[in-house]
């Protein structure tokens, strides 16, 4: 199935994520580790939570990437090591700025962006962030995190300010 088949991800319990990830997507399926989590995210067939807000704009990021769950997990997983430098600021830091998992933090709250049913392109903007900006961003999550700011509050407070410039 192709991500542009997929209008509303469907949820399943899986015991194969890792503990420190509450879902993932694969190929258009939610996986979750908790039954109760699978039971909420399936209960509608809209877009009516934060969870599935996140992972249903990585299915519309998928989209962008020519319609290609191959494109988009190649993608992902090259970001992931690119930012691995990042581990020395924060562990959670490679994960956390992956071009498609900045902007799926940045809008997971607005459960409108998810909803719209196109391709969501904003992740190619945070993927022009050099090693240099993604240090400061860690380095400000990993000072916020020890104040108990939440890392979508974080981003939104970045990029609207203008803190560090995009080229």
Known sequence: MKPSEVIVPKAKKTWLSLPSFKAMTWKGVIY??????????????????????????????AQSMKDSWSRFYINYLFNWIKNLPLIFVDINAPYKLIPTEIEAYLYQNDLNHAKEIRPLNEWKTFGKLSLCQKRKIARLYYKENKEKRSYSSLLYHIFNIKDIPIY
């Open 32 to 61: 979750c580790r908790k039954q109760g989590d699978v039971d909420l995210l399936n209960e509608t067939d809209s877009i009516d939570s934060v969870l599935k807000s996140h992972e249903t704009i990585h299915v519309r990021q």
